[in-house]
Every structure is written in C-alpha cells, then in structure tokens.
C-alpha cells in the first residue's frame, strides 16, 4: 500500500509523535487492516479516556500509512503555534453550541468525499465513567456518517489514562504501561441509509456506533461491557445504548 502523502507539518508532527508513543508505554496497534487505501475515505471514532489519546491515534492512523486529520475543538487553534501546527495539518476546528457548527459537519464531510481519514471523538469530553467506558455522546458523529459513503471504523484505547490521568491529575510514565490502541469492522449502516435524517436517527444511529466502540473496548479490556453509557451529570440513564 502506497503512503499517503501528509506534507511538512504533518513530517514535524511525527517527529514528535513517534518518540513520544514510545516514551509514554508499550503500544499494541491492531486492526490496522481494517483502514481503506489511501485515496478512500474512512470515519474513525474513538473512545476517548485521556489526552493522550490524539498522539496515539494519530500514530494508529499514521502506522497505516494514512494522514491523520481530527475534528478538535475550535479553541485549541488560538494557541500560540499550535493552532498554526493544526492548521498546517488540515486538522478540522469544531464550533459547538453556535452558528458556526454546521461548518465544522460540513468540512468534515468535504474531508471524508475527498478521499480523507477524519478521527472523531463523539463524547466531547474525556470519559468521566468512574470505570472508564464511554458517555452518551454527541451525534455529529451520526450524521458524518449518515451524509458520506464511508467506512465508519471503530477505534478504542486502553492504557492511556494509567499513564495520564487528567482528573486525578496524575501523570505516571513509569513503570511503562501496556496500551493498546485496536480497531474493529466497520458499523452496518446499510439499514439506515435513505432514511430522512432527524434527530431520533441521528440518535439511534449514534448509539449504535458507540455501541460498537463499547463492545471492542470490551473485547480489549476482557471485561462486561455496561447496558447503558454513562452521562457526566445524572449518572447512568437506561434506555441510551443501542442492543449489546
């Protein structure tokens, strides 16, 4: 499988992302097959459990001979270089809650029809699940996949909150942690293609992709999976998740 070509920017970036996947523990990135070949579209939604996650998932993706190119929170592009590295990378700014969220989709789109990997995300937030399985989750992710003709790959990390705890404030390099970053089949959405998209699809449609993230990350983890995803504010609610 040819490279797909990422440019300068992305070059610097794996500069600094190849030794720090390596420094922060010992990667296992499977499920590499399941990525298209460069010039085809792929959505990749992922777990989200510690801010190391992008490096590793960019190393995932980049592993597979694809360019990495996230949906990432608008804010983060008026930071002193960072936001010129991320411009630089193609990386798409998403706009919540305003008027300019549908541009974020929009771009999103324009990426995966051009033949482009786009990461998601869709919780929002790192996990506050105490256990670390994934929260109800926002559905943008939905209908990225809903309006594009995609592969929608689902991806899930272990290991990296042990090395990096956000909330517990808590960053422990050593000893090195095993982290695995794994992918599995694509999501069947063939059911729910041509379907008027409202928002009780958008939902179902949502639920059942991060069903399929909470399944592999099972699956990872050698654990049961819960019934229902977790929200930060009211705790478990039943009735979100699709069928198990």
Known sequence: MARE??????????????????LTGRTHYEGRDHMPEPGHGALIVGNHISYLDPVHTALWVHTSRRVPRFLAKASLWDIPVFGRILKGCGQIPVYRDSAEAQQSLAAGTRALNEGKSVIIYPEGTITRDPDGWPMHSRTGVARLALTTDVPVIPLVHW????????????????????????????????AYRGRPIDSALLREVTDLIMSRVRELLADVRGETAPETFYRARRGPTAGEGAPS
């Open 5 to 22: 070509k990422g440019g300068f920017w992305i070059g610097l970036c794996a500069v600094v992302f190849y030794p720090l996947g390596f």
């Open 159 to 190: 290991g990296t909150r042990e090395v990096y705890d956000h909330y517990n404030k808590r960053f422990r390099p050593l000893p090195r942690t095993d982290i695995t970053v794994r992918a599995g089949d694509p999501v069947d959405l063939s």
